[in-house]
Nanobody
Framework: QVQLVESGGGLVQAGGSLRLSCTAS????????MDWYRQAPGKQRELVAR???????TYADSVKGRFTISRDSAKNTLFLQMNNLNPEDTAIYYC???????WGQGTQVTVSS
């Protein structure tokens, strides 16, 4: 089982930026697919961004052009750079490894208007 720990969330004003990190146990070089999901109050968890071991990346339409996912396998860390945040981005953000079905505990992002 892979353990995941997210960090970097917080309170930011609209238009601001945050960088989320997810540190994984195990050998991240072997993880084929890693994701960032988010869940807003009263809504279903949704996929925000995905990156594969060979660098294929996809984004939800709502974050394209504003969010950037990246991974540093040597440091066992997944990142999500979030720019030009708006109140609709308020949610708990979760790191996920598809290969193992592992989830982190989540980190809260709150964007004020």
């Amino acid at each position: 089982q892979v353990q995941l720990v997210e960090s970097g969330g917080g309170l930011v004003q609209a238009g601001g930026s945050l960088r989320l990190s997810c540190t994984a146990s195990g050998n991240m070089f072997s993880f084929n697919v890693m994701d960032w999901y988010r869940q807003a109050p009263g809504k279903q968890r949704e996929l925000v961004a995905r990156i594969t071991r060979i660098g294929y990346i996809t984004y939800a339409d709502s974050v394209k052009g504003r969010f950037t996912i990246s991974r540093d396998s040597a440091k066992n860390t997944l990142f999500l750079q979030m720019n030009n945040l708006n109140p609709e981005d308020t949610a708990i953000y979760y790191c996920h490894v598809l290969d193992f079905g592992s989830w982190g505990q989540g980190t809260q992002v709150t964007v004020s208007s």
